[in-house]
């Protein structure tokens, strides 16, 4: 290995060396390697869809009629990045509200470790976050465990009383996590957010209104791109 004294050594070796070529679209293409080099922790993606007046769910759930703010063609993007990330992360209420499995189902390419919050671990077994077919990382403030153990099964503690992202992108780095996408619920999300632990937020906001509901996290940041996707819109924010 070089170990960063790469260009010396060709210098040494007689050879032409021309440095920072297109080293904004290098960074762009290595930004998670880069951030655990240069900030010590993972690269850290906030996703949601939020409806045009600002909800990302409503205040009870119908079984008989689910809500889907974003479009089937979003919906096959967001399976697009989650298999370009390490790992996924939710909370326990998105769990119990929607038993999602987490995985790459409408595009190719690994599925990503799950990640979950459970801080008194409250979710059933029978849940598909623990059906042992990807592994998953549960994230609690107990120290003992009901569950059975496994490779596929991991638990970590953590202390839920402050700075609950900061711990929480400790644990993911122990287990070599280099990228994480965080797709909710808004109370997980905030928390990442009031903690300023982000990178990017990839927002879709659908056409439907809900007049009424729970409300899509907030901060203070510029769009730095928009893209129209059928009847979303994608805004996308970078923690600059």
Not at 20 to 44: A, N, S, W
Request: proline fraction near 2%; charged fraction near 30%; charge should be neutral.
């Amino acid at each position: 290995m070089v170990a960063g004294k790469g260009i010396e050594r060709l210098e040494k070796a007689g050879i032409n060396v021309t440095v920072g070529v297109l080293e904004d679209e290098c960074r762009e293409h290595h930004k998670r390697f880069f951030t655990v080099q240069d900030k010590k922790r993972l690269y850290i993606i906030l996703k949601w869809a939020e409806t045009k007046d600002g909800f990302v769910a409503p205040l009870t759930k119908d079984e008989q009629k689910p809500v889907w703010i974003s479009n089937q063609y979003s919906q096959q993007l967001v399976h697009k990045w989650r298999s370009e990330e390490h790992a996924i992360l939710v909370g326990t209420n998105t769990v119990i509200a929607d038993n999602p499995k987490l995985n790459v189902r409408s595009w190719s390419g690994q599925n990503p470790i799950r990640i979950v919050l459970d801080r008194t671990l409250r979710l059933s077994n029978n849940l598909s976050v623990f059906d042992g077919s990807v592994k998953t990382i549960f994230i609690t403030e107990k120290q003992e465990c009901q569950f059975e153990r496994s490779r596929e099964l991991i638990f970590e503690s953590i202390n839920f009383s402050k700075n609950i992202a900061s711990q929480i992108c400790e644990v993911l780095m122990k287990h070599q996590i280099q990228s994480v996408i965080i797709e909710g619920g808004s109370k997980t999300l905030q928390t990442f957010i009031d903690e300023n632990l982000w990178d990017e937020a990839r927002v879709f906001v659908g056409e439907t209104e809900l007049k009424e509901g729970i409300k899509a996290p907030k901060f203070n940041k510029v769009i730095k791109e928009e893209i129209n996707i059928k009847t979303d819109v994608l805004k996308i924010y970078t923690n600059d």
